[in-house]
């Protein structure tokens, strides 16, 4: 597994799975809990969407698509 994408937080990434699943593109969300514990933990980096390594660029180009569609 390899992490396609650091979303900024567990909504998004959640948002993006769904996407990525419409695309045909298995994806497992990780770090979505450990927001709870942000007031330890550095606030960056800790939800992520992890792909296998053969769908790594598919899922970056439909991610590069999702973020050129999406409002600033």
């Known amino acids: 597994m390899q ?4 979303a900024s ?13 419409q ?10 809990y450990l927001q709870g514990g942000v007031g330890e933990l550095p606030a960056h980096g800790l939800v ?3 792909v296998d390594e ?3 660029e598919r ?3 439909a991610i ?5 569609a999406s409002p600033s």
């Open 3 to 6: 992490t396609v994408y650091e």
């Open 9 to 21: 937080n567990a909504v998004e990434a959640h948002i993006l799975q769904g996407y990525l699943a």
């Open 23 to 32: 695309e045909g593109i298995a994806v497992q969300v990780v770090g979505a």
């Open 48 to 50: 992520r969407l992890l």
């Open 54 to 56: 053969d769908g790594y």
């Open 59 to 61: 899922a970056r180009e």
């Open 64 to 68: 590069l698509r999702w973020e050129a």
